[in-house]
């Protein structure tokens, strides 16, 4: 290997993108025993904390760094497609998702969204466990969201086990670690690739604000302004 062609380290995630991929690492297990464990309290604040991350990370898509943009990795099916002929050859490293991870990500993005979502209108006020928002919606319609919002886990279930699938694909075929660089921000490739261009820290903290305040009027029931 020539020094023109020697890998170097170069940025691939930044610290927002991380913290939000490696808190639903741990949330969504959470939050499936603190409602299969009658933790209903627990399980509201957890919900909370997912709201935040979850509109963070809908903000950072449009705000942050480049990699963390949804413009930098949703691509159309002939994207997708050429991708996928690609991986029997070999092709210098992606700085970001690759067009198939993209949609990966909006689909595990999307799932969460909708289970969250059913979950702020779901319970019975009778049992004391109520979403916040579940003063919005008539009891029929709150008992339909509570059989959805249980029912649906199963299907983020399976998308979570698909990424972890793709990930140890890539790890066992194409020897291609992805954890490593959730965890480091940062990935060996040729020299000359250009890395992930940083957004500023007050962009991030403004998103925070926004994110927070919003959970913080949902956990309040949506009261109009």
Not at 24 to 41: Q, R
Not at 72 to 98: Q, T
Not at 169 to 186: A, I
Not at 203 to 212: E, G, H, S, T, Y
Request: proline fraction near 6%.
């Amino acid at each position: 290997m020539t020094e023109a062609t020697a890998a170097a380290p170069v940025k691939l995630w930044d610290l927002p993108v991380r913290i939000c991929h490696w808190s639903f690492v741990l949330l969504i297990p959470a939050m499936w025993w603190t409602a299969e464990n009658n933790e209903m309290g627990w399980h509201m604040r957890l919900g909370l904390i997912l709201l935040v991350l979850l509109t963070f990370r809908v903000l950072w898509g449009f705000f942050g760094s480049s990699t963390a943009r949804f413009v930098s990795f949703l691509r159309g099916p002939g994207a997708v497609l050429a991708y996928f002929r690609s991986l029997g050859g070999g092709h210098a490293p992606i700085i970001g998702h690759n067009p198939a991870g993209g949609w990966s990500v909006m689909a595990l993005l999307g799932a969460m969204l909708l289970q969250l979502g059913m979950g702020l209108f779901a319970g019975d006020p009778y049992d004391g466990a109520t979403g916040p928002l579940n003063g919005l919606v008539g009891v029929m319609t709150a008992d339909s969201l509570t059989e959805w919002h249980e029912g649906f886990f199963w299907v983020l279930v399976a998308l979570i086990a698909l990424h972890v699938m793709a990930v140890l694909l890539y790890l066992t075929v194409k020897r291609d670690n992805l954890v490593r660089p959730m965890v480091t921000g940062s990935r060996p490739a040729p020299a000359g690739t250009v890395g992930m261009a940083p957004a500023s820290a007050w962009r991030a903290l403004l998103c925070l604000a926004i994110a927070v305040g919003f959970a913080g009027w949902i956990w309040n029931g949506a009261p109009p302004f």
